[in-house]
């Protein structure tokens, strides 16, 4: 008998470039505990839009993407997460186009995802407050500011464990010159 899969609620990030894509994959590798890393390291824009709107997000998300030009952004080093470590994201680009697409699900996101967020990638997670303090100190003089641009838009559904990929929109806008 075939298993029934439970609607999921759908997670959307912005996609780094491969280079950097790398290297925080092996920041995470390296300092995230392993019995809870899960997924790729990643930049969400929003947490869990409800399930039943993935068909509606699918053609939105494709839309903007055919649309806009790679998202710039600024690797702008480390941040604290109290329990953990993340390299700090600066995008007002993406930013905006995260407001546009929480706008276009208004009246359905969580309270958590009806804030303005802090664009991260966590690299450790849920540690001692020393052990993160302690990583911020090895990492901080390590990671220089970059400029980057984003490389696309992917959603997810989250079942716990690893996500399951619902798509995935490289930005092809050309740059206004």
């Known amino acids: 008998m075939p298993k029934l899969l439970v609607p999921a609620p759908l997670v959307l990030t912005a996609e780094l470039p491969a280079a950097l894509q790398g290297r925080a994959d ?3 590798r390296a300092h995230y505990p392993a019995e809870r890393n899960h997924v790729p ?9 409800p ?3 993935e068909d509606e997000a699918r053609s939105l998300l494709a839309a903007l993407a055919a649309e806009m030009p790679p998202q710039p952004a600024l690797l702008a080093g480390i941040t604290d997460l109290g329990t953990g470590t993340a390299l700090a994201i600066e995008s007002p680009a993406m930013l905006a186009l ?3 697409i929480a706008d276009h699900f208004h009246g359905m996101l969580t309270v958590q995802d009806e804030g303005v ?4 990638v966590t ?3 849920k540690v001692l407050r020393g052990e993160a303090k ?3 100190a090895a990492l901080g003089p390590a990671i220089l500011p970059e400029r980057f641009t984003f490389a696309a838009l992917a959603l997810h559904r989250y079942r ?3 996500w399951e990929p619902a798509g995935r929109w490289p930005f092809r806008g050309r740059t206004r010159r």
């Not at 390291?41 to 839009?49: E, I, P």
């Not at 967020?117 to 991260?120: A, F, K, T």
């Open 160 to 162: 716990g464990g690893p």
């Open 117 to 120: 967020p802090r664009l991260h």
């Open 98 to 100: 995260r407001a546009m």
């Open 41 to 49: 390291a990643h930049v969400t824009l929003l947490r869990a839009l």
């Open 134 to 136: 302690a990583l911020q």
């Open 26 to 28: 092996a920041l995470r």
């Open 123 to 125: 690299v450790q997670n």
């Open 51 to 53: 399930p039943f709107v």
